[in-house]
Structures are given as C-alpha cells and as structure tokens.
C-alpha cells in the first residue's frame, strides 16, 4: 500500500507538471488538433497522427467565407418559394445536383426565406470547394404524420463530403413541438446529421427545436465546428445539441446550447474529440456516454473540455455507462469548468439505466480510467456534487483532481461519493476525495491492481520519455 501511494504521488507530480507546461505552451485562443495534450501525449491516437496540422493551423483561422467570384447555386432559381408553407423539398434536391456537381459552386438558401423542407439526403462527394451557405431558414413539417416512413430518423443528412464548408447564419429548424409530445415509442427524427464526412467546417448556424438530436456527427473524421447555437425548450426530450458518434478528430469550439438533453454527447467509436468555449443550459450536461447498453462494447478515448460553463442542467461532466457493456473511457480531461446551480457537477455512473425496468448488475462493464478535473468551480444544486458510482467489477481507476472547489448554494459544503473508484487529488479540492483512496475500496481490490498498475505504467512512459519518475515529495 505504501508503495502504491509513493508511485502515484511521483506520477501526480510528474503529470501534474507536464499538463501545466502543455498549457502553458498553448500560443492562442483557437484550438489546433495535436495541440492539446489530454493526459501527457503517450496516450495512442489522441494526437490524430499529426500528418496534416498544418493545414488545419491554417484553416483553424477561418471565417466565414466569401462567396463573391464562386458560382452561385440558389435553391430559388430552382423554383423554392421560400414562404413557410409550400414544399420546397424538390428545389433543394435539384439546387443539390447543380451545386454538387460545379466546380467553387455556393449551394445557397438565401437570407430571409423560410424553406419548407422534407426529409432529404445531400449526398457526394461533390466537386471541389462546395460551399454550403444556409443564410434564410429551413424549416421542417410539423406533422409527424408527414414524414417519409422509409426515412423516419433523418431530417436533413449530409453524407460522404469532404472538404465542404457549411456557414451563413441561417436557422436549421425542427419544428419539434408535435414530435415532443408524441411518446417515445415512435421513432424521431433527427433534424441535421454529417455522415461519413472529412474535412468539414461547420460555422456560424442556429439549430432550433430539433424533434430529436439537433446535430449529429457520424462515422466522420476532422470536423471543425466554430459559433454554433442549439435552442430548444428545457422539457423537450431526448433533444441532444451536438451528438457525435463513431467519429475521430472532432472540434467543437464557441458554441452555445441550451437544450432538454444532453448539450453535448459523445459515443461509440469516438476519439480526440475537443471542445472549447461551450456554454450549456438548460440541458442534461456534457455526456461521454451512454454507452455498453444491451451488453454493446463501447469506446471513447481522448476527451478534452477546455472552458465551459453550464448553467442549472442536471449534470455538468458525466460519463454514463450501462452495466453488462465492455470497451473503455480513457484519457478525459475537464479544465475550466464554472457550473451554476447543476444537480450533479461531476458524476460518473457506472450503473446508468435508463430503463422502466431496473437493470441487474452484471460482472463486465465499460471500463473507465485517466480522467482528470482540473480547474473546476461552482455550485452544486444537490448534496451531492461528487459522484463516482463504479462497478465492483469493472472500477473507476486514475480520477484525478485539481483544483476543485464546488459549493451548495448555501455556501455549505457538499459531499462526494465513491464506489469502486479510485485515484487522486492535489490542489485545493473541495468537496474532498478521499473516498478515491481510502479503505471503502478495500471490496473492489482490482481498482487497486489496476492504479497501481497503471501507475507504473504512466510512470514507465514519463521516464521514456525524459520525466524524473522518481520525484520523492
Ligand atoms: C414534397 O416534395 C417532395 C419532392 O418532390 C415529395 O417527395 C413529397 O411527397 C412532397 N410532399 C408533400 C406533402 O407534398
Ligand atoms: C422503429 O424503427 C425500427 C428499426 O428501424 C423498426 O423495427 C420499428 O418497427 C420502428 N417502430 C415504429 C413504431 O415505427
Ligand atoms: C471564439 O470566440 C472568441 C470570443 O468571441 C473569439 O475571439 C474567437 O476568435 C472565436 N473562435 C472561433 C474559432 O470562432
Ligand atoms: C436553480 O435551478 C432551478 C431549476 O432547476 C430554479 O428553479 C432555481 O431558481 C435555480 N436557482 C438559482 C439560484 O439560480
Ligand atoms: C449494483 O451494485 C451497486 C454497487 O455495489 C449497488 O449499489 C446496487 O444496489 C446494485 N444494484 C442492483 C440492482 O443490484
């Protein structure tokens, strides 16, 4: 036991330096792939290769580009009318195939229209430098009952692009309301989704009163999505704001949600995914998860929040995970976080269950380790800011955190709870963790094996690659 507490002390002094001289080091406000160190860079995949960070440098200082001397390919001169009323699904397709299909073409949906929109699929590859300027809105049909039932869970899909720009200012609109208060039986719609894309810059949008998810990124790789807004009521179910699945090199950066689920959502098959500059509520959190439900394996690895605030939703960082999954979460790390008034600031569960019936434990489980919470401050609406529910089998191992001070809105201090979790803290922590290394993990005694373990193995790395591992403290 002694030994377990020499080592990980070494290693907390060890990365606790190397994060701070990798933030340090960060040279400007926008957020470059391979810039971001999330847990030391030993951790495989996070720093996407790095082969192209040039050109993402480059194309990271991007605006909104103008469109002037391109060709342009209005949905009116397709004989959209624009009025919120008329069907305007076949002028969009036909605009779609001339857009496609030209060299520096501008797909554009012009300011002040209101396009009336069914279920389309915008497929490519396109021609070269394709814009997509939505300046006017695009609004779907209210009646669920409208909806193509060969294409029941998409709206509005871009698939198979690459190196497409999607900006304008325009309003995506689900036209939801109906959807909400049909029960969650029927299958919903999600109103925009980019499917197996690369190379893509979504800017300055408005997605409103999705019927279900707002945005989903899908099967996808090196997406940037700068100034985006997600508005839709705080009781509108399982409206997510930005869901990414299945998808590596993502950037989510200045965005603004406030939605009835999750403002953002991170599943299966993702990784190096970073967000900066987010600001959500009302909603359900930041979510990695859920993941493993119906015994599915699940993987998300390499997670970065830098700078955030998120106001009255019901969680604030949250890694949810069904019992009976396997695949892991590894190397997360939540940085500047200010949360007001959020029902549960820090939780990770292990035993999510979004089920009427209740969920029996089983012995595998996502396995989730390396995640850090460093520079976190607010308010938290339940006694319990705190919560690392892990599962006896499968325990949380490496939680580490710095810098932590979280309060009820009475000024008193809450509480943390732990199973099967453990880890670390340095810096001021409040409410305090010592339940991440204190004997009520003495029934979970492969979180031990497996921080010991790994702490060497950290250890290991750091010393490969030039670290002391041996400060003693
Ligand atoms: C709207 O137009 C599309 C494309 O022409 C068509 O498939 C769809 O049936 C139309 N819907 C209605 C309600 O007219
Ligand atoms: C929902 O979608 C699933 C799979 O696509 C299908 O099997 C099921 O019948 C659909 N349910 C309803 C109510 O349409
Ligand atoms: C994000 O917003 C800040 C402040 O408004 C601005 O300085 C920065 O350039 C924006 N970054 C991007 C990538 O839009
Ligand atoms: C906290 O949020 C609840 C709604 O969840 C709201 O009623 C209450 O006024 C909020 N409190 C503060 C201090 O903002
Ligand atoms: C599952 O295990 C957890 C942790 O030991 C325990 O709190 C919970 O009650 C168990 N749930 C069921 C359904 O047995």
Redesign the pocket.
């Known amino acids: 036991m002694e030994k377990i507490l020499h080592i990980s002390i070494a290693v907390f002094a060890v990365l606790g330096a190397s994060l701070i001289v990798g933030h340090n080091a960060m040279p400007s406000e926008n957020l470059m792939p391979g810039e971001v160190d999330v847990w030391g860079s030993e951790e495989e995949g996070f720093d996407g290769g790095g082969g192209d960070d040039g050109e993402w440098c480059e194309h990271s200082m991007w605006r909104s580009q103008g469109i002037s001397g391109r060709v342009p390919v209005s949905v009116d001169s397709f004989g959209a009318v624009g009025d919120g009323v008329t069907n305007d699904t076949q002028a969009f397709i036909d605009a779609w195939g001339k857009a496609c299909s030209t060299k520096n073409a501008v797909f554009l949906v012009p300011e002040g229209g209101r396009y009336l929109v069914k279920a389309v699929k915008f497929n490519g590859p396109c021609a070269d430098n394709l814009i997509i300027q939505i300046s006017g809105t695009i609004i779907a049909p209210a009646e669920p009952k409208d909806w193509d039932p060969k294409l029941p869970r998409l709206w509005l899909t871009f698939s198979k692009l690459k190196g497409v720009k999607i900006q304008g200012g325009g309003i995506i609109d689900g036209s939801g309301s109906k959807w909400w208060a049909s029960s969650c039986k029927v299958n919903k719609t999600n109103a925009l989704t980019i499917d197996k894309s690369s190379a893509l810059w979504i800017q300055d949008l408005t997605f409103q009163n999705a019927q279900q998810m707002h945005f989903t990124i899908s099967h996808s790789d090196s997406i940037r999505v700068y100034d985006v807004q997600v508005t839709s009521p705080g009781n509108s179910p399982n409206t997510d704001g930005i869901h990414i699945t299945a998808s590596t090199d993502i950037v989510l950066q200045n965005c603004t949600i406030g939605t009835g689920d999750d403002c953002v959502s991170i599943v299966s098959g993702s990784s190096n995914i970073k967000m900066k500059n987010i600001v959500c509520g009302p909603g359900h959190g930041i979510s990695i998860g859920s993941l493993g439900q119906g015994n599915s394996m699940g993987t998300v690895i390499g997670v970065v929040l830098d700078t955030a605030t998120l106001t009255?939703t019901t969680n604030g960082l949250r890694i949810k995970t069904w019992q009976g999954g396997s695949g892991v979460v590894r190397s997360v790390r939540y940085d500047n976080v200010k949360m007001?008034?959020v029902s549960n600031p820090i939780i990770i569960d292990q035993f999510y269950c979004d089920s009427p019936k209740t969920c029996q434990n089983q012995t595998s489980a996502v396995k989730i380790s390396q995640v850090m919470y460093r520079n976190i401050v607010g308010t938290s609406?339940t006694p319990q800011a705190i919560k690392f529910a892990c599962s006896n089998t499968v325990p949380c191992s490496n939680i580490i955190l710095n810098n932590v001070n979280l309060q009820l809105?009475n000024g008193n201090t809450p509480d943390t709870f732990c199973n099967c979790a453990t880890g670390s803290d340095y810096g001021f922590v409040q409410p305090s963790v010592d339940c991440l290394h204190s004997e009520s993990n003495s029934r979970c005694q492969a979180a031990q094996n497996d921080d010991e373990k790994e702490t060497e193995d950290l250890a290991k790395q750091e010393e490969e690659r030039g670290y002391s591992a041996h400060t003693e403290l």
């Open positions: 009255g007001y008034n609406k809105e």
